[in-house]
């Protein structure tokens, strides 16, 4: 009578045993992990009044239209007496804001921009039309206001001086790393509210805290309010109101749970 004997594989099953028992080791652990510590994240809200203003204006002038050559788009005498009006006229300009109250380096004359513009003239006796140009030379102007109740004069001083474009006022704050400090600051201190009215509620206590990062980092921008001409030519005793400006900030903070 013959003995089979099967062979034993101690290897195989030291390795099948790992495998089996690895998931309940991490499984474990996570739930550990997830018993240790309380996640929050919270978000808030700053509103701020402006206490700053930065008004956007623009002078141009336009030499005659010319019909359109091969060779030459526009007259260079009609140029230079259109970019000497132009310089007058923006020199006036700066001193009418220094007569209104504006320091001189509160004030930027921005660069020369010259564009060519194409006019659809009227059909001749054919019935064709013969192109026609002219040039435009443009020079933006920005103003800084610190005091906001200057700028219903400033306003008015700007279109008496003639400005082609009052494009409008940004408001603006004097300190905006304090505001969004503060900003984050709310956003904290929510986040720690929080944390204690869940704890409180679930009968644990808060340990340290484990990890804190911004999901939303609080960023100013300046609010833009436009102007249209229906406003510039409407009643002198206009308002100006800049409302306020909101600053957002988001925090998640993460505290050790004390068993």
């Known amino acids: 009578m013959s003995l089979i004997t099967l062979p034993f594989r101690p290897r195989q099953l030291l390795l099948g045993a790992l495998l089996i028992t690895a998931p309940l080791l991490t499984s474990t652990a996570l739930a550990g992990d997830s018993r240790s510590r309380l996640d929050v994240q919270a978000e808030a809200q700053l509103e701020v009044v402006p206490d700053r203003a930065t008004l956007s204006a623009r002078l141009w002038e336009r030499t005659p239209a010319i019909a359109r050559q091969d060779d030459i788009a526009t007259d260079p005498e009609a140029l230079r007496e259109a970019r000497d009006r132009l310089e007058t006229r923006a020199s006036e300009l700066i001193q009418a804001m220094e007569a209104a109250g504006v320091a001189r380096d509160a004030i930027t004359a921005g660069s020369l921009n010259v564009q060519l ?29 610190n005091d906001l109740e200057q700028l219903p004069v400033l306003l008015d001083a700007l279109t008496t001086a003639g400005v082609n474009a009052l494009d409008g006022v940004a408001y603006d704050l004097a300190d905006r790393e304090a505001a969004t400090d503060e900003a984050l600051v709310k956003a904290l201190e929510k986040a720690r509210h929080k944390a204690e009215l869940m704890a409180g509620t679930l009968g644990v206590s808060l340990g340290p805290v484990l990890s804190v990062s911004e999901t939303r980092s609080p960023v100013f921008q300046p609010r833009m309010m436009a102007m249209s001409a229906d406003a510039r030519e409407s009643a002198p005793q206009v308002e100006y109101r800049p409302g306020t400006l909101s600053i957002e900030a988001g925090v998640s903070v993460s505290w050790e749970i004390d068993e």
């Open 117 to 145: 513009e194409h006019l659809a003239a009227p059909r001749d006796d054919r019935g064709e039309r013969e192109p026609m140009v002219r040039t435009r030379l443009e020079r933006p102007f920005e103003i800084k206001v």
